[in-house]
């Protein structure tokens, strides 16, 4: 047996996408690979005849392959495909498969030393899947016809030019002056609950500094019983720009000046409900000017929603324009926002399935019996925590649309509204009673689904892997980067969120219509065409389009911001 030679080169291939090879027919291919032998008397003996057949064979064949060359180089990029090496192994294509799905990090994967490898590896998939820019909104449309849903449900609504407009009164600004030179009342406040409501009470702690013409010390953060938080103002707000951006409105200091350090405090109880400015005049002031400090706990909703027009653009000022995340977090939160709009554009869910949030709201996660009772056994043992109104049942609760909606509903909702199933859905809030379970029915049905755990680098959540106010905010920023966003339930978040979306021009936003919603999840006789067009219709108005607030009687300026925090003239605004 003759000895294989040691030094023959070793075989390479190119690998040809599938799309090509399926694009050959049977016969094409089979013609590729036959080669029918004939002895060398027969080949001589019809030479004549045969010359002629196979130069026209010829020219066939080379026009197919000129076709073939001119298929790759149009709708395929080469590129990978070429390798500097003479061999790629695939041993480590298997490993980068490995890293990275969908261009998307899977945590867990690698440990620290391989990190700035991966995100070598996440940050050019990121760059080869961008689609060209135009007015700095990213297509990713293309290939949809126009009309067709895929296009309609990432269409924004019409924000019938509305525009933030914050012109304070003359009289505001006239007694500015006085009030920013302050230095000699002082207000304290201690904030309470989760980030969005923390933000919330911060607010209105403005407000009512400046009601009381009184310096602000930086609010407290309260240490959160339940997460543990012990963050303060300046780990989860850009304070410096927190103060900057006042500096016209209220005066602001991080900590109590020495001429006051002594003075104790009045400390005052939690005001009733949505009190007036002159109620907060008349029950504080002349305290305030005797003392010197006020410190205040609890202003959850304690402040009217209904104030003066200046007042309100305040509210607005605080909210939209002053209460800018701290520097650490808006830089992961926008590299999160690049990772999931590397492919196009996404939808943000908020999900409210959380086991608190079941025993709060009084309602029941219906994944089975067992979850059911031990949400029950938990509202029996600690009746405090229910927040909604206890002489409702959970029937009664779900028919008028107090619940959150389940993984179920979620995926039912999106569906009808022309969510196609190959949607980027970033999902924000804790992890669901029951799991992964809980959101099968979801995940099922929309495979492209991450959230901040799945798209960041261990070392990057690390830091703030025991501040729940900070993680909060991290999902706030790529929640409010979205092209379209929905929660499953309301909350504070949510309708951050929805003002937010509204005075950045009206970006879309989902809200579900839960109590018209629920007979038709219950009528399995329903055809889908019908469930869905139904659908369509009950939220053709509930998409994010401009609503007054004067239509909304007590609700929160933060959340409605026309007309007191953005205006228009045209006919067409006023229309609404």
């Known amino acids: 047996m003759a000895k294989k030679n040691s030094n023959s080169k070793k075989q390479c291939y190119i690998s040809v996408p599938s799309q090509i090879i399926n694009s050959l027919s049977t016969s094409s291919l089979q013609s590729l690979l036959d080669s029918p032998k004939k002895s060398s008397k027969t080949y001589n003996k019809y030479l004549s005849l045969s010359t002629y057949r196979n130069s026209k064979k010829l020219w066939l064949l080379a026009i197919f392959l000129f076709g073939l060359l001119g298929m790759l180089k149009l709708n395929f990029n080469l590129n990978p495909l070429i390798v500097s090496y003479p061999c790629f192994s695939s041993q480590s294509l298997l490993q980068s498969q490995s890293l990275v799905s969908n261009g998307v990090l899977k945590s867990g994967v690698i440990d620290r030393e391989k990190e700035n490898v991966v995100e070598d590896v996440i940050m050019n998939d990121s760059v080869q899947s961008l689609k060209p820019i135009s007015n700095g909104v990213l297509k990713s449309n293309e290939g949809f016809e126009e009309g067709s849903e895929e296009v309609e449900f990432w269409k924004q ?67 959160n019983v339940i997460w543990g938080d012990e963050s303060e103002f300046s780990d989860i ?80 000022k605080v909210a939209f324009r002053a209460l800018r995340f701290a520097p650490p977090i808006v830089e992961l939160g926008n590299k999160l926002t690049e990772r999931m709009r590397s492919k196009g554009q996404y939808l943000a869910l908020h999900l409210r399935m959380e086991k608190d949030v079941w025993v709060r709201t009084g309602c029941l996660p219906g994944l089975s019996p067992k979850y059911d009772e031990m949400i029950n056994n938990e509202r029996i043992q600690r009746p405090e925590l229910l927040t909604a109104r206890s002489n409702m049942s959970y029937h009664d609760r779900k028919l008028a649309g107090l619940c959150p909606l389940n993984a179920y509903e979620v995926m039912r909702l999106l569906k009808a509204l022309g969510a196609p199933r190959d949607t980027r859905i970033y999902w924000a809030g804790g992890q669901p009673l029951g799991g992964k379970e809980a959101l099968q029915p979801l995940t099922s049905e929309f495979p492209n689904f991450f959230n901040k755990e799945d798209l960041a680098l261990p070392s990057e959540l690390e830091p703030f892997a025991k501040k729940a106010s900070i993680m909060a905010a991290i999902d706030y920023i790529v929640c409010e980067s979205s092209d379209v966003f929905m929660p499953s339930h309301g909350g504070n978040m949510g309708h951050a969120i929805q003002g937010r979306r509204a005075y950045a021009g009206h970006k879309k936003y989902i809200t579900p219509n839960k109590r018209h919603m629920l007979p038709l999840f219950l009528d399995s006789s329903l055809p889908e065409p019908e469930f869905n067009r139904i659908i369509k219709e009950l939220h053709q108005d509930s998409l994010g389009q401009p609503e007054r607030r004067t239509s909304k009687v007590g609700r929160d300026v933060t959340k409605y911001p026309i007309p007191e925090c953005m205006c228009n003239n045209s006919s067409d605004a006023r229309t609404i």
């Open 157 to 223: 609504p019409d924000g019938l030019g509305y525009k933030p407009c914050l012109d304070f009164s003359e009289d505001y600004r006239k007694s500015t002056t006085g009030i920013v030179s302050e230095r000699s009342k002082y207000l304290m406040v201690v904030v309470s609950g989760g980030m969005n409501q923390q933000r919330n009470q911060i607010v209105d702690a403005v407000v009512i500094a400046r009601i009381l013409g009184a310096a602000l010390v930086v609010p407290i953060l309260q240490v």
């Open 237 to 316: 707000f850009d304070l410096e720009h927190f103060k900057n951006v006042l500096a016209d409105d209220v005066h602001i200091v991080s900590s109590l000046p020495s001429t006051h350090l002594m003075t104790r405090p009045v400390e005052q109880k939690s005001p009733p409900h949505h009190v007036s400015p002159s109620w907060i005049r008349s029950r504080y002031l002349r305290k305030l000017r005797r003392e010197g400090v006020l410190l205040l706990r609890g202003l959850d909703s304690r402040l009217s929603k209904d104030l003066p027009s200046d007042l309100q653009k305040l509210r607005c």
